[in-house]
């Protein structure tokens, strides 16, 4: 069993990583990237001065609609049990825990996250995002307007974590575009959560909350009502959110039907994870 990846966009200090997935026989299927479309999916490709504002990426041998058909194409061509898909990849805008992060630094965060705030700023339970941070997900709309007539693939589903801050990010850069009912309804996966655990910016808000301030948007079976997930004594460990990210991908490869997908989530899972799933799964 395998799943490939197509392409792939490493998420960088926000946004899109744009992952062409091949994926073989459903459940629990292997993952890999398909080389040859992303500059990201490419091991000469420096990721510290790799900028995905250069277009998402794309190869410059490629235009959007030639890199849509060719992953049509895979698809029609697929052996049994082999699918294709691209993900495109959010890590949420700048939120008050990642400025206070770097504020404190990082020995010293690991104190000052346990709490909610200083007195000047909160950062939890599930912190708000910055005005930087709204801001590069606004600049990333224009982004994604701009490249809509050189015939960019729209999502055609999309996926958030839970967290207000990837839920915001999420409708910054979209909303104007897609999200409009009736077209597309963005839905909130606990799969696609923060590693878990601890600081208190990994706290969810509970459905309740979610549902009158995200009205577009909807949940995936058996979403619970409240964060059941986080403890403030113990952090996830790398393998279960590894295998959390897994799922995700089990999920959206088992379910649905759409080939270019959206998901908003956060740097553990876009960088540790999925790479991780990567890197593990084309070995399998
Ligand atoms: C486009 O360029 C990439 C990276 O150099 C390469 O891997 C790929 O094979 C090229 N594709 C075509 C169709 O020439
Ligand atoms: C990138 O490097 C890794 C590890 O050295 C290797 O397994 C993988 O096949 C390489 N990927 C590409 C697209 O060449
Ligand atoms: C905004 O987007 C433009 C073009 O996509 C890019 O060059 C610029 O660096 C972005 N600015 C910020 C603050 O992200
Ligand atoms: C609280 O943290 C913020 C960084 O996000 C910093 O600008 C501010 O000065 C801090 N306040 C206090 C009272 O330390
Ligand atoms: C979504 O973004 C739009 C446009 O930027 C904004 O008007 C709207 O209030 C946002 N919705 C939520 C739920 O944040
Ligand atoms: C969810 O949390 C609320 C507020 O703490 C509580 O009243 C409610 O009973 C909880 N529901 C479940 C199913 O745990």
């Given amino acids: 069993m395998m799943v490939s990846i197509s392409a792939i966009t490493p998420i960088l200090s926000f ?29 000469d490709t420096n990721v510290k001065t ?5 277009n998402l990426g794309l190869n410059d041998n490629l235009t959007w ?13 697929a052996e049994p049990g082999v699918s294709y898909k691209v993900i495109y990849f959010g890590r949420h805008g700048q939120a008050w825990h990642n400025a206070a992060n770097e504020f404190y630094g990082e020995a010293f965060w690991c104190y000052y996250g346990l709490f909610a705030g200083n007195g000047t700023v909160t950062w939890g ?4 995002l910055t005005p ?11 982004l994604i307007k701009s490249l ?7 999502p055609q589903s999309f996926y958030s974590s839970p967290l207000t801050r990837a839920a915001d990010t999420l409708n910054y850069t979209w909303f104007d575009l897609v999200l409009e009912p009736g077209y597309a309804s963005p839905v909130f996966k606990e799969s696609l959560r923060e590693w878990i655990g601890v600081g208190s910016h990994t706290i969810r808000r509970s459905r309740a909350y979610l549902e009158q301030r995200y009205p577009l948007f909807s949940y995936e079976a058996n979403f619970p009502v409240n964060d059941t997930l986080y403890s403030p004594y113990e952090g996830e ?20 039907e759409a ?3 959206s998901a908003t989530s956060h740097g553990a899972i876009g960088d540790e994870s999925l790479s991780w799933i990567l890197f593990l799964f084309s070995w399998i």
């Fill in 50 to 54: 790799f900028d995905y504002h250069d």
């Fill in 15 to 43: 946004v899109s990583s744009a992952l062409a997935f091949k994926a073989t026989q459903g459940h629990y299927g292997t993952y890999s990237i398909v080389p040859g479309f992303f500059k990201q999916s490419s091991n």
């Fill in 65 to 77: 609609p030639e890199f849509r058909q060719q992953i049509l194409d895979l698809n029609e061509n």
């Fill in 125 to 128: 339970p599930d912190p708000e």
């Fill in 148 to 154: 809509i007539p050189e015939g960019f693939p729209l």
């Fill in 132 to 142: 930087k941070g709204i801001a590069s997900a606004k600049n990333n709309s224009v």
């Fill in 237 to 256: 460990t790398d393998s279960a959110m590894q295998w959390r990210g897994k799922q995700f991908l089990d999920d959206v490869f088992n379910s649905d």
């Fill in 259 to 261: 080939v270019f997908i």
